[in-house]
Every structure is written in structure tokens, then in C-alpha cells.
Nanobody, 126 residues
Framework: QVQLVESGGGLVQAGGSLRLSCGSSVRTTTSNRYTMGWFRQAPGKEREFVAAISWNGMFKYYANYVKDRFTISRDNTKNTVSLQMSSLKPEDTAVYYC?????????????????WGQGTQVTVSS
């Protein structure tokens, strides 16, 4: 079982920035190639893809609604993935979930995710 733990959520004003981090219990290597990324879920809505990064950091994927505002990165020496969020909007308010999987990334559906974190709340005020 892979365990993922998110941190960095909080309350920010619209236009502000926030950085989310997620630590994984497994090491990503050439023999263990796990994509890592983020989904979010707002009240009354389905869980939706936000961003992902390939096992070696060479490929990044973003949902259109966060393109040019969010940046995903990873540090395989620390088994972490981060999401730097800027120009935040009230509609970004949601619980953000760290996710990982072998095929997740190019496949951005929740079904491609093998393991989920517990989520961290991001609230953006007007």
C-alpha cells in the first residue's frame, strides 16, 4: 500500500498564492515509475483532475482551468510532489487530493489513480 500525505492547504484571498506538498511512502525509480499529481473536489461537484507530473519530471500535465496559474514539480530524493498555485480564484476552492499511479498522467481520469491521499482544504476568499 502506497501512502500519500498532503500539506499546505489553507485560506487565501483571491489573487493570492499557495503551495501544496505531498509525501509518498514509496521511492520513484526507473524500475518503479510512478506518476504523481493532484485532483480536487468542490462541494457538490465531482472530483476533477488538476495536474500531474511523470516519474522523472520530464512531462507535466495540467487541466485547462489551471494552465499558466499552477506549477507542478517533484523531488524524487524526498519522494514529494508539490503544486505551486498562484492567481487563485474563488472557484479554486476545493479539497485537493494527492494521487499516484503507473498509468495516471497521460490518462487523467480518477480511474487511472492507484492511490489517494486524504486531501487538504484550499479556500479562496473574494
Amino acid at each position: 500500500q502506497v501512502q500519500l500525505v498532503e500539506s499546505g492547504g489553507g485560506l487565501v484571498q483571491a489573487g493570492g498564492s499557495l503551495r501544496l506538498s505531498c509525501g509518498s511512502s514509496v521511492r520513484t525509480t526507473t524500475s518503479n515509475r510512478y506518476t504523481m499529481g493532484w485532483f480536487r473536489q468542490a462541494p457538490g461537484k465531482e472530483r476533477e483532475f488538476v495536474a500531474a507530473i511523470s516519474w522523472n519530471g520530464m512531462f507535466k500535465y495540467y487541466a485547462n482551468y489551471v494552465k499558466d496559474r499552477f506549477t507542478i514539480s517533484r523531488d524524487n530524493t524526498k519522494n514529494t510532489v508539490s503544486l505551486q498555485m498562484s492567481s487563485l480564484k474563488p472557484e479554486d476552492t476545493a479539497v485537493y487530493y494527492c494521487a499516484t499511479g503507473r498509468t495516471f498522467g497521460s490518462d487523467q481520469s480518477p480511474a487511472a489513480v492507484q492511490y489517494w491521499g486524504q486531501g487538504t482544504q484550499v479556500t479562496v476568499s473574494s
